[in-house]
């Protein structure tokens, strides 16, 4: 009928929006906004997320992080976040150390890193190793009966030295300075990261060095002792001095004598246990059996 279809064909104004919903439960409805409104939502939004973007920039430029807990994985992740350019930066600023800059302050700020201490002592391991199988390898080269045999034991050794040192002598420390912190207030902190990056990479210049140890002359090795202990013992004390220069002049003083004693013990044991030059001269032991033999010789039966 065309009647019907022109009245099918009709508009309707429904004034109640709620009331068509509710009589229609799977009618599908589209709403039009307000464009205005619309945009100015886009721009609110916009704005937070901006305002968000501004807090994370603002949050890394000032060298702050959101601290994780430390038992979780996120915590130590941050700890070697660094890139090459900073890990560069820092060990050429712990081979060459400059009067009156911290390294901490300088290079560190609040944003120690593992990655850097971490590999340096593992070269060092190494380097100690290798170059002590080679040293001894040259000292017995032309003897008699020799053949080589490479001692795996001194990566062994060398890892439990250095480690060590890396990781006790620091802890040690930052106990004492946290507990003298506690009695005099002016006195500069450090957390134990900070404490135990400076001593991983004041331990660089050591690898360079034991590398020319490999060369069997007293002189040269104890040359390039004393060089690198006067840089990395530099940059220790530079580091370290604002801590306790405020103390008392004798706990300061033990304090630095303490820091440089077991800094040369590190140097001179490693020295003495891998590169020691000190063997018995072939003519020696030729001489031993034939005197035995002629004593015996002698003795009547």
């Known amino acids: 009928n065309p009647e019907t279809f022109k009245k ?24 039009i906004d307000d464009p205005i409104k619309s945009r100015k939502q886009r721009k609110a939004t916009g704005t937070a997320f901006e305002e968000e973007d501004n807090d994370d920039k ?10 994780a807990p430390f038992w979780t ?10 890139d090459s350019h900073q890990v560069k930066n820092r060990i050429i600023g712990s081979i060459l150390p400059w009067p009156g ?3 901490v302050e300088v290079y560190l700020r609040s944003n120690p890193d593992l990655y ?45 030295a250095i480690y060590s040192y890396a990781w006790l002598v620091p802890l040690a ?18 957390s134990f990261l900070q404490i135990v990056c400076v001593y991983g990479y004041s331990l660089s210049i050591y690898i360079p060095a034991v590398i020319l140890w490999i060369i069997p002359n007293e002189g040269l090795r104890w040359c390039s002792i004393v060089v690198a202990l006067c840089l990395s013992g530099s940059v220790l004390v530079l580091t370290f001095w604002p801590a306790i220069r405020d103390d008392k002049p004798r706990i300061t003083i033990a ?8 800094h040369v013990l590190l140097a001179v044991g ?9 063997e018995m001269h072939p003519s020696k032991a030729h001489n031993e059996p034939s005197t035995a033999t002629n004593t015996s010789s002698t003795n009547p039966k």
């Open 116 to 160: 850097g201490p971490f590999w340096i002592c593992a070269t060092l391991v190494f380097a100690i190793a290798v170059s002590g199988n080679i040293s001894s390898f040259l000292v017995h080269q032309g003897q008699p009966n020799f053949r080589y045999v490479p001692d795996f034991s001194k990566v062994t050794m060398a890892a439990t």
């Open 173 to 190: 420390l930052w106990g004492f300075l946290t507990w003298r912190n506690t009695k005099i207030t002016s006195l500069v902190s450090y």
């Open 255 to 262: 304090i630095i004598s303490t820091i440089m004693i077991l």
């Open 58 to 67: 603002t949050e890394l430029l000032s060298g702050q992080r959101k601290s």
């Open 270 to 278: 490693c020295k003495a246990c891998f590169f020691s030059t000190y």
């Open 8 to 31: 099918l064909l009709l508009f309707q104004e429904f004034e109640d929006e709620q009331g068509f919903t509710d009589n229609n439960q799977g009618a599908t409805t589209v709403t």
């Open 101 to 103: 800059k911290n390294f």
């Open 73 to 82: 994985f996120e915590y130590y992740q941050t700890l070697f976040d660094v």
